[in-house]
C-alpha cells in the first residue's frame, strides 16, 4: 500500500512537471525568484557575504564547496517572505488551471 502511494506520488509529480515544461510555466515559475530576488538586494546581500566569508578564511583556503555550505543557510533565511508567497500562490495558480492532471 504504501510502495503504490509512493508511485502515485512519483506519477503525480512527473504529471505536474511535464505540463509545467509544456506549457512555459516551469521557465515563468524559475524566472519569478530570480527576479524578485536581485530587485530586493538578496543577490547583493550575498554577494557581499560571500566576500565576507574569502576574507575571513583566505582565498586560498576556500573551496567552492565550502562557500556553498558557509553562504546556503544564510541564503534561504534571507529569502523575503513576500518572493516566497508569490511563487506559492503562482504553483498554486497553476495548479487549480490544470487540476485534470
Known amino acids: 500500500l504504501v510502495v503504490s502511494k509512493m508511485n502515485k506520488d512519483a506519477q503525480m509529480t512527473a504529471a505536474i512537471n511535464q505540463k509545467l515544461i509544456e506549457t512555459g510555466e516551469r521557465e515563468c515559475l524559475k524566472e ?34 565550502d562557500l556553498v555550505a558557509e ?15 508569490e511563487l506559492l500562490q503562482r504553483i498554486r495558480t497553476f495548479l487549480a488551471q490544470h487540476a485534470s492532471l
Do not use: F, M, N, Y
Not at 34 to 51: I, M, N, P, V, Y
Open 71 to 85: 553562504i546556503t543557510p544564510k541564503g534561504r533565511g534571507l529569502v523575503p517572505d513576500s518572493v516566497k508567497k
Open 32 to 65: 519569478l525568484p530570480r527576479a524578485k530576488l536581485t530587485e530586493c538586494g538578496w543577490k547583493g546581500q550575498l554577494k557581499s557575504h560571500c566576500k565576507e566569508v574569502i576574507k575571513e578564511k583566505g582565498l586560498e583556503h576556500v573551496t567552492v564547496d
